[in-house]
């Protein structure tokens, strides 16, 4: 993967599944061996979010240091954005959405999941934690994934709150290749790409931008 791949400029590592959701080219085959695996177990599998570009996540990250869309603590109520510094957007908008550049949804190898026939009729996606937690909806995928996933190569690598990214039970990651990516990526690429973005809160980001790389990018979970 070149530069332009791993930060989300160039997509053409991916491949698209439908108008809307692509994945790396090399992990449509292990993807698809978990769907029969479990469907075999009544569940199906779906893709509510894969490669993503740097412009969109651009766009996510800028509409919600805007406050045009809302940023949720990792309690699930909504965080003041009128009351706030540039830095506590910053980590605020951190907890849930990576930084432009440094999105593994850049890679697609990262897939945010959900099995389809156990969202009930008039729900909506929500991605959050309670949907897949104990009495959540999808409890019976995260015990799937949790026991099966590997089998694939797959894993989850937020797994738990670390001080940095919240826990995302929904987000999956093919980890050969994207532990691969992510030593790839630099904190002084990074520091390029965002120095050449038209990104809201710049100044602030670049003054803590080895604390970002350190707590939101390589701080996940190092086991499969
Ligand atoms: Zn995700």
Redesign the pocket.
């Known amino acids: 993967m070149n530069i332009k791949q791993l930060t989300g400029q160039n997509d053409s590592h991916i491949l698209w599944l439908n108008e809307h959701c692509g994945i790396h080219k090399d992990i449509e085959h292990h993807w698809q061996k978990m769907c029969s695996a479990a469907l075999q177990e009544n569940l199906v599998l779906k893709i ?2 894969g490669y ?1 570009s740097f412009e969109r996540q651009l766009s996510i990250w800028n509409r919600k240091f805007i406050g045009e869309l809302l940023v949720k603590n990792q309690q699930g109520q909504l965080v003041d954005f009128n009351m706030n510094s540039d830095q506590e957007k910053i980590d605020a908008i951190l907890l849930f959405s ?1 930084l432009p550049g440094a ?3 850049h890679w697609g190898t ?3 999941i959900y099995a389809e026939n156990l969202l009930p009729n008039n729900k909506t996606l929500q ?1 959050e934690p309670w949907e897949y937690q104990q009495d959540g909806y999808f409890e019976p995928l995260s015990q799937w994934l949790n026991e099966h996933s590997s089998d694939f190569g797959f894993y989850f690598p ?1 797994d738990k709150y670390r001080q940095g990214v919240a826990a ?1 039970p ?3 990651s093919y980890k050969p290749l994207a532990s691969s990516f992510l030593s790839q990526l630099s904190c002084e690429q990074l520091t390029t790409i965002i120095l050449n973005s038209d990104i809201h809160g710049k100044i602030e980001i670049i003054n803590n931008i080895e604390n970002i790389y350190n707590c939101y990018v390589t701080n996940i979970n190092k086991e499969i």
Do not use: G, K, V
């Open positions: 509510a979010s993503r990576a999105s593994r949804h990262d897939i945010d991605l937020y995302e929904w987000h999956l």
